[in-house]
Nanobody, 115 residues
Framework: QVQLVESGGGLVQAGGSLRLSCAAS????????LGWFRQAPGKEREFVAG???????NYADSVKGRFSISRDAAKSTVYLEINSLKPEDTAVYYC?????????WGQGTQVTVSS
């Protein structure tokens, strides 16, 4: 069974940085794209960043230049470096993988940015 476990969130001042991690288990993920999404209070869950099995990345316009996604295939872990944090980045951040048309999500990690 696919499991995703996020960690690394916290309370940080505006302008600060965090590194989120997502550990995947239950199968081999090296051939799958992995992604990060976030959901702020009262808002829809939105795409933040994704990385393919080959290492190609893409980002939401709102985070380009500030966020960086990477993966460690050996550890089945995907990371999200988030820099120059803004209060509007406050949200629960979720890791995602789609396997055979089924979306899997972790429990999320809270990121709170104070102004």
């Amino acid at each position: 069974q696919v499991q995703l476990v996020e960690s690394g969130g916290g309370l940080v001042q505006a302008g600060g940085s965090l590194r989120l991690s997502c550990a995947a288990s239950g199968r081999t993920f090296s051939s799958y794209s992995l992604g990060w999404f976030r959901q702020a209070p009262g808002k829809e869950r939105e795409f933040v960043a994704g990385i393919t099995s080959g290492g190609s990345t893409n980002y939401a316009d709102s985070v380009k230049g500030r966020f960086s996604i990477s993966r460690d295939a050996a550890k089945s872990t995907v990371y999200l470096e988030i820099n120059s944090l803004k209060p509007e980045d406050t949200a629960v951040y979720y890791c995602n993988v789609r396997v055979r048309g089924v979306d899997y999500w972790g429990q999320g990690t809270q990121v709170t940015v104070s102004s």
